[in-house]
């Protein structure tokens, strides 16, 4: 897959209100979250949220990790800044805000 293709792909996982949602959710409590947690907070059902990770972590957007009988999920920040590279690489700087 080539670098616009998979810039695609990312697009298009992110173009979900609610997998956006999930990333916003992910990013701005700034630790990792339960799938429970965050169906209670988006107001939809645990297996939409499990549905919404699942496409999120084939991008390896999200990850998970094990604790106790449950897994809580974060934002890959090594792979956030990895996309924000290549994006700004592929359309120019004016595309990626920088913090």
């Known amino acids: 897959m080539d670098e616009i293709e998979e810039l695609a792909e990312i697009f298009k996982v992110l173009s979900d209100p609610t997998r956006l949602r999930l990333v ?14 965050l169906a209670h907070m988006l107001g939809v059902t645990q297996s939409a949220v499990s549905q919404h990770l699942r496409v999120l972590r084939q991008t390896r957007l999200v990850r998970g990790e094990r604790r106790g009988h449950f897994v809580h999920y974060s934002l890959d920040r090594g792979k956030l800044e990895q996309y924000k ?7 120019g700087e004016d595309f990626v805000v920088i913090k």
Request: aromatic letters at 0%; hydrophobic letters at 50%; proline letters at 0%.
């Open 85 to 91: 590279a290549r994006l700004r690489e592929t359309l």
């Open 24 to 37: 916003k959710l992910l990013a701005e409590g700034g630790g990792a979250l339960c799938v429970n947690a």
